[in-house]
């Protein structure tokens, strides 16, 4: 009887020393992982940004690929999300939606695990010469449970190595995608104002800032709507002359004065592309747009064009400038 007393007492006595313990031990736990992709940061982030490709590199969707899948919110971006439903246990059940998304900086998850309560995610991105650095980052609460904070000791451990076969498959799906991504779409018409000048190629730049400039007052004193992102159609280029016409697209067409014209964007099909930075990095998203012509026989039929979605003035960064080319196709 007296052994089992001692039994009990050594039991019960390092329960409470594991409870004191427990309080010592840490609430928050954050697991971090890093890795180098060899790939431009536009193609690394755009991976993560919309949730739709995770299927390609996620450790857990590879674990169940039978797992039931509902999208909801935004196409990309922040409010975009997912929630997932899955018997193994591995997975279980549970909804991630992006928070918060910086163009080509950062991208910052919230996850409810159902039962198993909550947990943020975030990932930042640095590019370099070599390729974008990404690091993928968790944190979560374990509470007051002292089992809980017991089992946060070896949340590095369980998270840390999913979260490097991750790293490891989305550096494999990033470096076997192209720099540029090509669509065919069918475009609407679009009407605009425009502006046509002809001038030396390298004041290109110059020329058309002063364009602009002249279709925003003139949008401003007649009170047009601009309804789109300002475009610019290229008539003929070579490296001593360009003729262009830079446009603001609108709904319909005022009374006009002076040189500014009311055009249109033919409605039809078009390939599109996406140039992420510079202005002088052009050439590429064009070369890559020749290459697809070649490669599926086909001709261009009129002229290319470039939507500007970012505007230099409000964002000071160029690796942030983002342009979609057109070119018609037949």
């Given at each position: ?212 400039g002249e279709l925003m007052s003139f949008t401003q004193q007649t009170g047009t709507e601009v309804k789109k992102a300002p475009i610019c159609v290229y008539y003929s280029y070579n490296d001593k002359e360009t003729e262009f016409e830079v446009g603001l697209p609108v709904d319909s ?78």
């Open positions: 009887m007296k052994t089992f007393i001692k039994i009990i007492l050594v039991l019960v006595i390092l329960v409470v020393l594991l409870f004191i313990i427990s309080l010592f031990l840490p609430r928050k736990i954050r697991v971090e992982r890093a890795m180098l992709i060899k790939a431009p940061v536009h193609v690394v982030f755009n991976q993560i940004n919309d949730v739709r490709n995770w299927e390609n590199w996620s450790p857990w969707h590879q674990i169940d690929t039978a797992m039931e899948i509902t999208y909801f919110g935004n196409k990309h971006g922040e409010g975009s999300g997912y929630e997932w439903r899955s018997s193994n246990p591995q997975v279980g059940n549970g909804k991630l939606t992006i928070t918060a998304s910086v163009l080509f900086d950062s991208i910052a998850t919230e996850m409810d695990f159902m039962e198993q309560g909550t947990a943020s995610a975030y990932y930042l991105f640095d590019e370099t010469d070599s390729g974008t650095n990404v690091i993928w980052g968790f944190e979560t609460d374990m509470g007051s449970n002292p089992i809980a904070r017991y089992m946060g000791l070896m949340m590095d451990k369980m998270i840390g190595n999913d979260y490097e076969k991750g790293l490891s498959q989305l550096s494999e799906v990033c470096m076997s995608l192209p720099e540029y991504e090509i669509k065919e779409v069918d475009l609407e018409e679009i009407n605009y104002l425009g502006l046509k000048t002809k001038c030396p190629t390298g004041m290109i730049g110059e020329k058309m800032g002063q364009l602009f067409i005022p009374e006009l004065s002076g040189n500014i014209k009311g055009q249109k964007i033919k409605a039809g099909k078009y390939i599109k592309t996406t140039h992420y930075g510079p202005y002088d990095g052009l050439p590429k998203a064009y070369a890559a747009l020749q290459e697809w012509l070649s490669v599926n026989n086909k001709s261009m039929a009129g002229y290319p064009w470039e939507k500007y979605v970012t505007d230099p003035q409000m964002e000071p960064d160029p690796r942030k400038w983002i342009t979609k080319i057109y070119f018609p196709v037949q």
